[in-house]
C-alpha cells in the first residue's frame, strides 16, 4: 500500500473515530434529558449511507464531506412541531441542560483522550532517553552548564523517562515561567539543576524544529561503530570465523569508521575476497573474506552475512504502567496536554507562539498515517492529542461552535429571550470567517512544510 494511501486511509479512521466520539457525547446526553435526535451524522453534505432506528427514526448517517460531524436535535425554531413533542425540543430544556449537551461534545473527546492514554502507558510505548548530545558554544544550554550526555531527569519537577516527555515538559516550563528548570544526572551519577532562561523567546522556541537549536543543544545518538551484532549462519563471515563482537578496524587496508562505512565497503565488493582487520578482546585478529553477490533493485552489491550490534539499546526506554497506574498518569497526561494547548493558542493569539504550529488535513493525515505504520501504542497516543485539540477548539467561545453556542445560552439566560435572528446570523458569519481564517493558515503551513 503506498504511503499517500495509508495516510488518508488512517486520517479517515482517526477523524471518523473522533468525530464520532464527540457527537456521540451530544447524542446521549440529549437523549439523557429526552431532548428528540433527527439525525447523526459522520461527516458533513449529502449523506452516502443512512440508516433509520429506534422508536424516534433517528437518522445515522456518514456524509460525504469527512472533515466533521453533527447532532440534529428537535427544535422549534427551526420549524412547527407537534404539540405531543414540544417537551422534546432542545430550546424548552432548561439552561443547565442544554449547556450540558453542548458541552457534552469536548467532554467526551476528553475522557477519550484519558481512555486511550491509559491504553498507551499499558501496553507501553517504546522511546528515546532524554540524553543531551553536542552543545552549542556560547548558548543557552553551555551558559546553563549542560554536559554532553548529561541525562535529564525531570523537568519543572516533573519526572521524563524519555524524550517525548521532556519536550512536553521543556516546552510548558517555557511557557509558564519563562525559564526551563532541568534536573540532569551526569555519566558519573551526580545530579544537579540546570536553569535555561527562555523569557522572550517563546516564539522563536515554538517554530516548529527550532527548540534545541534556540537552546543550543541536541539529542545524542549513540556513535554507530563497526561492530558485529550477529553472524548469519553459513554465510561468508562465519566461514571466514568472524564471531559476535568483533569490531572492524580496516578492510583491505582501508580504514573503517562506523557501520555505514562497512557497510558501504562490502556492497561495493560483490565476489571479492577482503582481507579484515579486527579487534577481538582486545587483540588485533586478521581475516580473508569472500563476499556474496546479492542481486537487489540497485544492481549486484556485495554481502558478507552480519548484523550490526545494536547500539540503539543503550538509548531506549520505555514508559509503561500496571492498570491503576496506568490510568493515573492517563489523567495526569491528558491534564499536562491540556494545559499545554490551551498556553499554546492563548500565546498564539497574543503573538508569542508561532502560528505554523497550526496543523492542516495534509500534516495531520501524515502524523496519523506514520503513527499507524508504527504500532498501536503510537496511533492511540495521536488520537489522544487530536481528541483534545479538537476538544479545546469546540469550546472557543466562537459562533458555530459549541463554545460560542453555551455562550448564546448564557446571554439568553442573562437577557430573558433568544438573540435575535439577525445577531444570530452575524454570530454565524463572524464563526465562519474565524474557520476560514484557521484553516487557510493550516493550509498554508501544510504547503509551507511540502514546499520546503
Known amino acids: 500500500m503506498s504511503v499517500i494511501l495509508i495516510n488518508v486511509v488512517a486520517f479517515l479512521v482517526a477523524?471518523?473515530?473522533?468525530?464520532?466520539?464527540h457527537e456521540f457525547g451530544h447524542y446521549s446526553v440529549a437523549r439523557l434529558f429526552g431532548v428528540k435526535v433527527l439525525r447523526f451524522s459522520i461527516g458533513f453534505g449529502k449523506p452516502i449511507w443512512m440508516l433509520r432506528a429506534g422508536s424516534d427514526q433517528t437518522e445515522y448517517c456518514i456524509s460525504a464531506?469527512?472533515?466533521?460531524g453533527y447532532v440534529k436535535l428537535l427544535d422549534e425554531r427551526e420549524g412547527e412541531i407537534a404539540e405531543t413533542e414540544r417537551d422534546r425540543t432542545f430550546n424548552s430544556q432548561s439552561l443547565l441542560a442544554r449547556i450540558a449537551i453542548l458541552l457534552a461534545g469536548p467532554v467526551f473527546n476528553f475522557i477519550f483522550a484519558v481512555l486511550a492514554y491509559w491504553a498507551v502507558f499499558g501496553i507501553g510505548i517504546p522511546g528515546i532517553k532524554p540524553v543531551i548530545g553536542a552543545i552549542e558554544p556560547d548558548s543557552i544550554a553551555a551558559t546553563a552548564g549542560l554536559v554532553q550526555q548529561d541525562q535529564i531527569i525531570s523537568v519543572g519537577g516533573k519526572?521524563?523517562?524519555?524524550?517525548?516527555?521532556?519536550?512536553?515538559?521543556?516546552?510548558?516550563?517555557?511557557?509558564?515561567?519563562?525559564?526551563?528548570?532541568l534536573e540532569i544526572e551526569s555519566m558519573d551519577g551526580h545530579r544537579k539543576l540546570a536553569?535555561?532562561?527562555?523569557?522572550?523567546?517563546?516564539?522563536?522556541?515554538?517554530?516548529?524544529?527550532q527548540l534545541f537549536p534556540v537552546l543550543g543543544f541536541d539529542i545524542w545518538r549513540p556513535e554507530f561503530l563497526p561492530v558485529i551484532g550477529e553472524v548469519v549462519s553459513g554465510?561468508?563471515?562465519?566461514?571466514?570465523?568472524?564471531?559476535?563482537?568483533?569490531?572492524?578496524?580496516?578492510?583491505?587496508?582501508?580504514?573503517?569508521?562506523?557501520?555505514?562505512?562497512?557497510?558501504?565497503?562490502?556492497?561495493?565488493?560483490?565476489?571479492?575476497?577482503?582481507?579484515?582487520?579486527?579487534?577481538?578482546?582486545?587483540?588485533?585478529?586478521?581475516?580473508?573474506?569472500?563476499?556474496?553477490?546479492?542481486?537487489?533493485?540497485?544492481?549486484?552489491?556485495?554481502?558478507?552475512?552480519?548484523?550490526?550490534?545494536?547500539?540503539?539499546?543503550?538509548?531506549?526506554?520505555?514508559?509503561?504502567?500496571?492498570?491503576?497506574?496506568?490510568?493515573?498518569?492517563?489523567?495526569?497526561?491528558?491534564?499536562?496536554?491540556?494545559?499545554?494547548?490551551?498556553?499554546?493558542?492563548?500565546?498564539?493569539?497574543?503573538?508569542?507562539?508561532?502560528?505554523?504550529?497550526?496543523?492542516?488535513?495534509?500534516?495531520?493525515?501524515?502524523?496519523?498515517?506514520?503513527?499507524?505504520?508504527?504500532?498501536?501504542a503510537f496511533f492511540l497516543r495521536v488520537l489522544a492529542i487530536i481528541s483534545l485539540s479538537l476538544g479545546i477548539l469546540n469550546l472557543l467561545p466562537v459562533p458555530m461552535l459549541d463554545g460560542g453556542q453555551i455562550v448564546y445560552q448564557l446571554i439568553e439566560a442573562v437577557k430573558g429571550s433568544p438573540l435575535s435572528d439577525r445577531a444570530q446570523m452575524f454570530g454565524q458569519q463572524v464563526g465562519i470567517l474565524f474557520l476560514l481564517v484557521l484553516m487557510s493558515f493550516a493550509f498554508y503551513n501544510d504547503f509551507a512544510r511540502i514546499l520546503g
Open 65 to 68: 464531506i469527512p472533515l466533521g
Open 159 to 181: 519526572a521524563v523517562a524519555t524524550w517525548n516527555t521532556a519536550v512536553l515538559g521543556i516546552l510548558d516550563d517555557a511557557l509558564a515561567n519563562g525559564v526551563v528548570t
Open 235 to 376: 554465510g561468508p563471515a562465519e566461514k571466514a570465523g568472524m564471531l559476535s563482537g568483533d569490531r572492524v578496524v580496516s578492510a583491505d587496508s582501508e580504514e573503517i569508521a562506523s557501520w555505514p562505512d562497512w557497510v558501504e565497503f562490502i556492497r561495493a565488493r560483490p565476489g571479492k575476497t577482503i582481507e579484515v582487520v579486527a579487534i577481538r578482546s582486545d587483540r588485533l585478529i586478521k581475516m580473508s573474506v569472500t563476499l556474496e553477490s546479492l542481486e537487489t533493485k540497485d544492481g549486484v552489491v556485495g554481502r558478507i552475512g552480519a548484523i550490526a550490534e545494536d547500539f540503539m539499546a543503550l538509548s531506549r526506554a520505555s514508559e509503561r504502567y500496571e492498570v491503576v497506574p496506568a490510568f493515573f498518569m492517563a489523567m495526569n497526561r491528558t491534564w499536562e496536554m491540556t494545559v499545554l494547548t490551551v498556553r499554546m493558542v492563548s500565546k498564539m493569539v497574543t503573538g508569542e507562539v508561532s502560528t505554523k504550529n497550526i496543523s492542516g488535513p495534509i500534516s495531520i493525515a501524515q502524523f496519523v498515517g506514520f503513527s499507524a505504520t508504527v504500532g498501536v
Open 15 to 21: 477523524i471518523g473515530i473522533l468525530v464520532a466520539v
Open 195 to 209: 536553569r535555561l532562561p527562555t523569557s522572550g523567546l517563546e516564539r522563536e522556541l515554538t517554530e516548529p524544529g
